[in-house]
């Protein structure tokens, strides 16, 4: 079993920063992709950030230039840092992770979400 284990939300005033983690835990050969999602309330969960095989990232038009995902593959850790926060970024953050568990399968695990909260 594979185990995904969010932290570093919170709450932080507009134009304030935080930076969320995500780490794996458990039996797997590699993470192939890391994705970060979110979802406020009301809302369908949205894409925020992802980066895959060779740090090649992608993010959401509405956090680019503010936020940035990078991967510690050594300690099994995803990092976003999100900078220059807007209210609009209140919602709950939950990370995802494509996780090879073998050379043929692949399955898809998602972390319990953190609650980040920007205050106008």
């Known amino acids: 079993q594979v185990q995904l284990v969010e932290s570093g939300g919170g709450l932080v005033q507009t134009g304030g920063s935080l930076r969320l983690s995500c780490a794996a835990s458990?039996?797997?050969?590699?993470?192939?992709?890391w994705r970060w999602y979110r979802q406020a309330p009301g809302k369908q969960r949205e894409l925020v950030a992802d980066i895959r095989t060779g740090d090649m990232t992608n993010f959401a038009d509405s956090v680019k230039g503010r936020f940035t995902i990078s991967r510690d593959n050594a300690k099994n850790t995803v990092y976003l840092q999100m900078n220059d926060l807007k209210p609009e970024d209140t919602a709950i953050y939950y990370c995802n992770a494509e996780v090879r568990k073998t050379d043929r399968i692949t399955y898809s695990y998602w972390g319990q979400g953190t609650q980040v909260t920007v205050s106008s």
């Open positions: 458990g039996s797997f050969l590699s993470i192939n992709a």
